[in-house]
């Protein structure tokens, strides 16, 4: 087995039954403070809009509290739903963010509007060919952050000469031919979308094209991984995000909803399966032991770069102590390479 890739962690400040949009921003807080002390590499936030259940809509906001409140975990976005935005006025929050958190900010681009049609229309005022120039806006978005020329017009302050490093997010081919022609990072979202990852992944590599901004490729899959002290304790944890799934798939979307012990019932009702189609293939559930396993099982089928765990978990210290079990895995991993 070889050494233990960096783990890091993508946090949906989830919201959850009974609780509040504050409870959830300190609990973020408080999650990248623990993750630090635990030696996870980066604390990633999404952009997601008129979602009753996550409290990251203004990411770059809430990745400023987020920083704010750690010392050296990386912090940053997983990701802005470019569409959503000019790319300059990103430019510029991430060239502020940098600025103060010099060195610990990462930029995470999507395409995928984070909301649905109704919030995308009230976001961008049209929904006319932004997402077709997807590959366009990532390109402007990093000339803003190149060095500016004498004389040049128009310049983002900050963002311009800053070291912002810029990466490409994707559930599908697309997003792994983009980073390939860019020199990008990747970033897979495997665990909402396990289907297409190891073609992804393939892609990516095998077109990848060296640029200034990374010289081989580097690749990072998501996986939710819930753990516990018994396989029976995680398996229902684990209920609260198959809920959520549920309730999305059945236009329903709500708040991070509390572990149940019939949740087949439920998917059965809705004549579902309990892994949405394949969606939740990929997660790791269990307790130390079988954390461990799977997260050995999973390095050795993908060979990633880095892993970046999630984990909708409805009890705030029930989070925690999934994260630190996790964090034990890869320690004992590394240990026995």
Do not use: C
């Amino acid at each position: 087995m070889q050494l233990m890739v960096p783990l890091s962690v993508l946090d949906l400040s989830p919201v959850v039954d009974g609780g509040s949009v504050r409870q959830a921003l300190d609990n973020s807080l408080d999650l990248a403070r623990h993750a630090e002390r635990l030696g996870y590499r980066r604390f990633w936030l999404a952009e997601h809009h008129n979602m009753p259940g996550v409290a990251s809509a203004a990411t770059s906001v809430v990745i400023g509290h987020v920083a704010a409140g750690t010392r050296t975990i990386r912090v940053g976005a997983g990701g802005i739903m470019l569409p959503n935005h000019a790319p300059m006025a990103i430019a510029e929050q991430f060239g502020t963010l940098e600025t103060l958190f010099p060195g610990r900010i990462d930029l995470g681009l999507g395409r995928a509007p984070g909301s649905d049609q109704l919030a995308s229309r009230a976001l961008r005022r049209t929904l006319v060919g932004d997402v077709d120039r997807f590959p366009q806006d990532v390109v402007e978005l990093l000339s803003y952050f190149q060095a500016p020329k004498p004389g040049q017009p128009l310049q983002a302050v900050p963002g311009a000469g800053l070291d912002v490093p810029v990466w490409i997010l994707g559930s599908s081919l697309f997003g792994a031919q983009l980073a390939a022609a860019l020199g990008l990072p990747f970033a897979f979202a495997s665990h909402f979308a396990p289907g297409h990852m190891d073609e992804a992944a393939e892609l990516y590599r095998s077109r990848f094209e060296p640029s200034a901004h990374l010289a081989k490729p580097h690749l990072m899959f998501g996986l939710n991984v819930v753990a516990a002290e018994s396989e029976t304790e995680a398996r229902r944890l684990f209920t609260s995000l198959q809920q959520a799934f549920l309730n999305l798939r059945t236009g329903r979307p709500g708040r991070l909803p509390p572990p149940v012990d019939d949740v087949e019932a439920r998917f059965a009702a809705a004549g579902l399966s309990t892994d949405m189609q394949g969606a939740l293939a990929a997660a790791i559930v269990g307790d130390p032991i079988q954390v461990r396993q799977g997260l050995e099982s999973f390095v050795a089928r993908t060979r990633p770069d880095e892993i970046m765990v999630t984990a909708q978990i409805y009890d705030h210290a029930a989070r925690l102590r999934s994260f630190e079990i996790v964090a034990g895995a890869r320690d004992a991993l590394a240990q026995a390479a």
